[in-house]
Nanobody, 123 residues
Framework: EVQLVESGGGLVQAGGSLRLSCKASGFRFGEYTIGWFRQAPGKERERVSCFSTNDGSQYSANSVKDRFTASSDNAKNTVYLEMNSLKPEDTAVYYC????????????????WGKGTLVTVSS
């Protein structure tokens, strides 16, 4: 069964850090690309990061550039999103999603989605 499970969300003060995890099952590492998305109340979903499990390449949205970094643990089939210097405007439900594209660094038309984890940044 293909499954994505996020964890690591929570409440943090502005300026703090969190690390989100996205545990993938039913995939072969290297065959898929993970996108991290977020959606704040009343706002459209935003893609914040795209990470290739094939070669570790990534890109980030301008809104989080230099603050958010993706990484992976191949042995655990897990992709992480390290979030630093958090701001109140980063408050949102964060989702990881996967596309089976042999690790191309493209995060459009995602095939599978996790249920999300809530990140709340207090001022």
């Amino acid at each position: 069964e293909v499954q994505l499970v996020e964890s690591g969300g929570g409440l943090v003060q502005a300026g703090g850090s969190l690390r989100l995890s996205c545990k993938a099952s039913g995939f072969r590492f290297g065959e898929y690309t993970i996108g991290w998305f977020r959606q704040a109340p009343g706002k459209e979903r935003e893609r914040v990061s795209c990470f290739s499990t094939n070669d570790g390449s990534q890109y980030s949205a301008n809104s989080v550039k230099d603050r958010f970094t993706a990484s992976s643990d191949n042995a655990k089939n897990t992709v992480y999103l390290e979030m630093n210097s958090l701001k109140p405007e980063d408050t949102a439900v964060y989702y990881c999603a996967a596309v089976i594209n042999w690790g191309l660094l493209v995060c459009d038309d995602m095939d599978y989605w996790g249920k999300g984890t809530l990140v709340t940044v207090s001022s």
